[in-house]
């Protein structure tokens, strides 16, 4: 793994981030009746449609569901928001998801249920840091993850999703092009090692992906052979090594109504179970272990979970926690994120392509 010894990650301010967020309790029964009631009204009355991320709470996703909106990955999130005819995109995810939708639409007003939602990969990438290291090696194509914020995109020269990102980097590849990716030195490695490129990685990570432990995994595998193991390609390559499917969300929740096994042990936030149970009511889900009681996506949750019904009626209702991208930044971002558009349109594919098939270790 080619990491990038030069950068340091400041880990334990992001602990102390994640730390510090404070979700509000959870409502039920009539209270919780009372608020989806509300927020159907609101979105019609504001011309507004909801589009929720596979890893928030599920009653976020019924609703995005109910109401004609999207329950998908942070890129189609984004397109979704984009061909819809709604003026309002509120965006119930992280805040580079929310920035990606203010990218794709610019003429759009984007809300958020929580601005205080952030992500530890964005956070691992400080856009002046990563600038002076872009600066300072003109020879390499810059390839970053969507997990980034507005500046580090416009300092791309590609934004890429988990689902296509091998292939635009073996296409970058073949070209004899030499590549800087970040944030996520998981996944960097996981491609470097699937395409063969030169690629210089950025050290961050994703704290719930990291926690994933692959002994641990072994012994669950054994208990359970017949289960198909299924992981995100933000883990560690140890983890990875044990999957018969590595793919981004889409893609893993595809799998599961695709392959026959009745049983799936999953390595990735466990906000996507609702979406799988939904496209396989008669199949079982398990959590791969984690250092901790379960994979409650330390990167995001919390963080994922500041985005409940009460903060999505106040956005609404007041107009508060609007998303803002200076326009000159968002043309800017919009260049890279503009290539991987075009790049997955000349496949003919979305850009929430095919997962890859791997042998069990």
């Given amino acids: 793994m080619k990491i990038i010894e030069t950068i340091t990650i400041d880990q334990d301010r992001i602990n102390r981030l994640v730390a510090q967020a404070r979700p509000a309790p959870p409502v039920s029964g009539a209270e ?26 599920d009653d976020l996703q019924i609703l995005a569901d109910a109401t004609g909106g999207c329950v998908s990955d942070s890129l189609e999130m984004a397109r979704f928001g984009h061909a819809h005819a709604a003026g ?30 952030e992500c530890s990969l964005d956070l691992s990438c400080r856009a002046d840091v990563f600038k002076a290291f872009c600066d300072a090696h003109p020879d390499r ?37 030499k590549i800087i ?16 490129a030169d690629m ?43 999957a018969d499917v590595v793919g981004s969300t889409t893609q893993l929740i595809k799998a599961v109504t695709e392959l026959n096994n009745d049983l799936f042990i999953v ?4 906000g996507i179970f609702h979406k799988m149970k939904e496209a396989a009511p008669g199949k079982r889900f398990m959590e791969a272990p ?13 963080w994922m979970a500041l985005n409940d019904l009460a903060g999505l009626a106040h956005a ?36 929430t392509g095919d997962a890859n098939i791997v042998s069990p270790a």
Avoid at 97 to 105: C, D, F, S, V, Y
Avoid at 169 to 176: C, N
Avoid at 189 to 194: R, S
Wanted: aromatic share 6%; charged share 25%.
């Fill in 181 to 196: 990716w970040a944030p996520d030195r998981y996944l960097g490695d996981y491609i470097q090692k699937t395409t063969g």
């Fill in 316 to 351: 609404l209702e007041t107009g508060d926690n609007e998303v803002h991208v200076e326009p000159e930044l968002g043309k800017r971002a919009m260049v890279s994120v503009k290539r991987m558009l075009d790049f997955a349109e000349q496949l003919k594919m979305k850009a």
């Fill in 88 to 117: 309002t995109v509120v965006v119930a995810g992280v805040r580079f998801m929310g920035e990606t939708a203010k990218i794709l639409n610019p003429e759009k007003r984007v809300l958020m249920p929580s601005l205080e939602a």
């Fill in 267 to 270: 390595a990735t936030d466990l």
């Fill in 290 to 302: 984690t250092g901790g009681t379960g994979a409650s996506c330390l990167s995001c949750a919390p």
């Fill in 32 to 57: 919780k009746d009372k608020l989806v009631s509300r927020i159907k009204g609101l979105l019609k009355e504001k011309n507004a449609v909801l589009v929720a991320h596979y890893y928030t709470d």
């Fill in 200 to 242: 210089l990685l950025w050290p961050g990570y994703c704290v719930v992906h990291d926690a994933f432990k692959a002994d641990e995994l072994r012994s669950l595998r054994r208990r359970y052979p017949e289960a198909a193991v299924l992981v995100h390609p933000e883990s560690p390559m140890d983890v990875i090594d044990q």
């Fill in 141 to 177: 194509t810059v390839v970053v993850y969507a997990n980034t914020s507005a500046e580090v995109k416009a300092r791309a020269d590609w934004v890429v999703t988990s689902s296509i990102a091998t292939r635009i980097v073996r296409y970058l590849h073949d070209k004899g092009e």
